[in-house]
T-cell receptor, first 116, second 113 residues
Framework: NAGVTQTPKFQVLKTGQSMTLQCAQDMNHEYMSWYRQDPGMGLRLIHYSVGAGITDQGEVPNGYNVSRSTTEDFPLRLLSAAPSQTSVYFC???????????????FGSGTRLTVV | AQSVTQLGSHVSVSEGALVLLRCNYSSSVPPYLFWYVQYPNQGLQLLLKYTSAATLVKGINDFEAEFKKSETSFHLTKPSAHMSDAAEYFCAVINTGGFKTIFGAGTRLFVKA
């Protein structure tokens, strides 16, 4: 099925470790974003991309890096994991030309990350 | 800068009762507004959207929302709650032509039998 695929679904890291959360979409969407979801805080934008080779920071970018070498993939890298990065991470994509959805996102199913 | 405020982190209704989830927005330009729903252990799904056409917007599962510019509100309603509506609901705003979508803190809906 077409959509946004996130891997892994669950991950436990030790403080100081690094890792990459994978996100891939097969809908040829130009725009992709990473959000983190924490209780009582909704979704906060970490980084976003409006096309291959173009990325920018969101509300909470510190401690995270992204790259967009292809339209399909938008990995999120944690450079040195900290307990404050324990969260659920969502990748989302949208097509600005899609008049049916008009800027609405398609979300992945999330990655639940625990940093100990 | 755009922002979204959802009034009430938890709302509880009885099955068959009216559902009302409140959302107020702040935007310096005409906004695009959205409601998303999140079922347990899943990602968010688009419920409905307002994009400067009709002010009363209908979405899936009999949900609808009304854009009121004078009140800067975009409240979500459903005439009769079902048990399957129990989920978390997020209001979101994006500027016309903008790249960023800003989400509210969410409202968890409980439906009592």
């Amino acid at each position: 099925n077409a959509g946004v695929t996130q891997t892994p679904k669950f991950q436990v890291l030790k403080t100081g470790q690094s890792m990459t959360l994978q996100c891939a979409q097969d809908m040829n969407h130009e725009y992709m974003s990473w959000y983190r979801q924490d209780p009582g805080m909704g979704l906060r934008l970490i980084h976003y991309s409006v096309g291959a080779g173009i990325t920018d920071q969101g509300e909470v970018p510190n401690g995270y890096n992204v790259s967009r070498s292809t339209t399909e993939d938008f990995p999120l890298r944690l450079l040195s994991a900290a307990p404050s990065q324990t969260s659920v991470y969502f990748c989302a994509s949208r097509d600005p030309r899609d008049t049916q959805r008009n800027y609405g996102y398609t979300f992945g199913s999330g990655t639940r990350l625990t940093v100990v | 800068a755009q922002s979204v405020t959802q009034l009430g982190s938890h709302v509880s209704v009885s099955e068959g009762a009216l559902v009302l989830l409140r959302c107020n927005y702040s935007s310096s330009v005409p906004p695009y507004l959205f409601w998303y729903v999140q079922y347990p252990n899943q990602g968010l799904q688009l419920l409905l959207k307002y994009t400067s056409a009709a002010t009363l917007v209908k979405g899936i599962n009999d949900f609808e929302a009304e854009f009121k510019k004078s009140e800067t509100s975009f409240h979500l309603t459903k005439p009769s709650a079902h048990m399957s509506d129990a989920a978390e609901y997020f209001c979101a705003v994006i500027n016309t032509g903008g790249f960023k979508t800003i989400f509210g803190a969410g409202t968890r809906l409980f439906v009592k039998a």
